[in-house]
């Protein structure tokens, strides 16, 4: 790209941050009342947060619900927004108490107390949607509330993670009185007490205006937030932010699409770069007669170019992956390259093929979802089968479903080698690993080790002070490296084109992968 016109972002300053976060603010920025225009290429999967876990349905969460705490611009420790306060008060990590703020009510004007937040955690684990994140919540024992205002959780194991947790969308409080105790809500209405409320949601666009009502740390400087649906039609998302039909263009742009942008700059717009903790992998069915062998796990993990896939399909807006810990995470190492290098190699893909006993072409399918993983996931797919064909060792193809078949014939067995892409709840390195590799596992793939389950998760978990989790995690990463259930493809950057009279989407980019609507402004 060219980095004359394009605008990086990076990390906010913690004691800007700070400054940013002081007192409980609300309402619109007085010095703008306009509607800020947004474009996406995903869709919002659910609006009911026991239910949605995926990019769209997530920036949905974060801007209409409410939790407990919340991540600051540019931070990555949680802050108090609907509490005033929360704290382990046992010196174990095992209980944690919260107190409300007074007066928090939601859009409709309902209170909201303890009640509802037990509700809600309650609701989550109860429904246990395969598509909701009761999976981040497994540590949740119960949940007392002595008043009102106070929230007291229990949980099942040490895990000091649990303040990052309930401060990603997994938190997000619902109204008691509006959501069903034992089913997911169907009619797209969202009662939340965040900044802002959906006054309509369609297959084309949802209107957000501010939610009067709200009591946190979000100082909301616009007067709404239009977000339109392109559903992978990236074409028209470029044309829409070109044209001015959409003030900002977030999440669906191809890599050739934002380097014709950029080299094309023109004033109108600009092409902004934000750090990010997206990863992508290649998942493997352990059970499978094919994908399930070792061997050729392994010749898979040989053959792969990473550097020349993430160049020809994702232009540099992408990075090469060799950890399960992203760069900018803590406990990040390279343990895949470690032990199959950073180059391909023929040679050591075909010996471990040998060795097994496989002398014929492998025959497999790789599988594809572009409506969950943006529209560059067939292209991505389709070039890693070229590369294992042109080794001669593979007859490789990639095949493309929609999402919801995907998720039910990953569920059922079906497929041996499928993509899965991963968006952080929460930035800590435990939410790299617990998802993929404890207990329910997200990525539905029969992999079961115990030394991860019993010993290196559970150890990591309980560690109040981070740093010192991370030989746990090496040893973690070192042990997938070795079994292989999943092959660590790239690391994503965020990206947005921007018309050059939006402000404030420097707070909206960072790897907290909060989308803060309530930053954004016309000038």
Not at 349 to 357: P, S, V
Request: include cysteine; aromatic fraction near 10%; charge should be negative.
């Amino acid at each position: 790209m060219n980095k004359r016109s394009r605008r990086a972002i990076f990390s906010v300053l913690a004691g800007f941050t700070s400054v940013l976060l002081t007192g409980c603010m609300s309402g619109a920025w007085s010095s703008d009342t306009s509607h800020v225009v947004i474009g996406m290429s995903d869709d919002v999967l659910s609006t009911d947060p026991a239910s949605g876990y995926d990019p769209g349905s997530w920036l949905m969460f974060n801007n209409v619900f409410q939790s407990l705490l919340s991540f600051p611009d540019g931070g990555t420790e949680p802050v108090p927004d609907a509490a005033s306060a929360c704290a382990f008060t046992d010196g174990r990590s095992k209980v944690f108490r919260c107190t409300l703020k007074d007066g928090l009510q939601f859009s409709n004007g309902d209170p909201l107390t303890s009640q509802d937040v037990k509700f809600s955690f309650d609701r989550t684990l109860r429904i246990d949607d395969a598509a909701g994140p009761a999976v981040i919540l497994q540590s949740l024992e119960k949940i007392d509330t002595p008043d009102d205002k106070t929230v007291v959780f229990r949980l099942k194991t040490p895990d000091a993670t649990f303040p990052s947790k309930i401060a990603s969308g997994a938190g997000a409080i619902v109204d008691h009185r509006e959501y069903h105790e034992n089913g997911l809500r169907q009619d797209h209405e969202v009662i939340g007490s965040g900044p802002y409320k959906i006054d309509s949601f369609g297959t084309k666009e949802a209107v957000f205006s501010v939610n009067e009502n709200y009591k946190g740390v979000a100082e909301v400087k616009n007067s709404g937030v239009v977000l339109k649906f392109f559903h992978g039609d990236r074409g028209a998302l470029k044309a829409a932010v070109t044209d001015g039909k959409v003030d900002i263009a977030y999440r669906g742009l191809s890599a050739q699409d934002l380097t014709a942008l950029d080299a094309k700059h023109t004033g109108d717009v600009d092409v902004v770069e934000g750090s990010s903790a997206e990863v992508q992998h290649l998942v493997f069915n352990m059970d499978d007669p094919v994908a399930g062998r070792l061997s050729v796990r392994r010749a898979l993990a040989y053959l792969i170019d990473r550097g020349a896939l993430v160049d020809k399909v994702f232009a540099g807006t992408a990075i090469p992956l060799y950890s399960i810990i992203p760069a900018g995470i803590d406990s990040h190492s390279n343990a895949f390259t470690d032990r199959y290098g950073d180059a391909p190699s023929r040679s050591k893909a075909a010996a471990a093929l040998q060795e097994d006993g496989i002398t014929e072409k492998v025959k497999l399918t790789l599988w594809s979802t572009p409506s969950r993983y943006g529209p560059a996931t067939d292209e991505e797919l389709k070039e890693i089968a070229a590369q294992l064909n042109a080794s001669g060792l593979f007859d490789a193809e990639m095949r493309s479903v929609s999402f919801s078949r995907y998720e039910k014939d990953i569920a059922a067995g079906k497929y041996g080698v499928y993509v899965k892409g991963w968006l952080p709840d929460y930035p800590d390195p435990d939410n790299f690993t617990a998802p993929f590799f404890g207990p329910g596992n997200v990525l539905d793939n029969k992999f079961v080790n115990t030394a991860i389950t019993r010993t290196l998760l559970p150890r990591a978990a309980a560690e109040s002070d981070r740093h010192n989790a991370t030989p746990l995690f090496d040893r973690l990463q070192e042990i997938v490296a070795e079994q292989l259930p999943v092959l660590p493809v790239w690391q994503g950057k965020q990206y947005a084109v921007v018309r050059t009279d939006v402000e404030g989407y420097q707070y909206c980019l960072d790897n907290s992968t909060v989308f803060r609507f309530w930053e954004l402004f016309k000038g």
